[in-house]
């Protein structure tokens, strides 16, 4: 199994940022995908889940309607569009696959500053 972050930066307050996790390695299509986040001196949080076949979703609630998490099937894609980021969201953002035991990607870092 193996997970690649990738999209991650620097962005104003109130900026957006679309977050992609490329997957290989497991039968994509058959899991459910998340985002977690874990800032400075913070512990890990989940922002988001998507079902195996984007029948669902579920967001942290500090995130609901600023964030939206999708897959691409096809493609062995997840992604996090992010918006109206606030500087406490800076941290390294990871996707996580639970398949018995949990799969995590190395991250990717986002900083929100001016």
């Known amino acids: 199994v193996q997970l690649v972050e990738s999209g991650g930066g620097l962005v104003q307050p109130g900026g957006s940022l679309r977050l992609s996790c490329a997957a290989s390695g497991f039968t994509y299509s058959m899991y459910a995908m998340s985002w977690y986040r874990q800032g400075p001196g913070k512990g890990r949080e989940r922002v988001a889940t998507?079902?195996?076949?984007?029948?669902?979703?579920n967001y942290a609630d500090s995130v609901k309607g600023r964030f939206t998490i999708s897959r691409d099937n096809a493609k062995n894609m997840a992604y996090l569009q992010m918006s109206s980021l606030k500087p406490e969201e800076a941290a390294v953002y990871y996707c996580?696959?639970?398949?018995?035991?949990?799969?995590w990607g190395k991250g990717t870092l986002v900083t929100v500053s001016s």
């Open positions: 998507i079902g195996s076949t984007c029948g669902s979703v």
């Open positions: 996580k696959l639970f398949m018995g035991v949990n799969y």
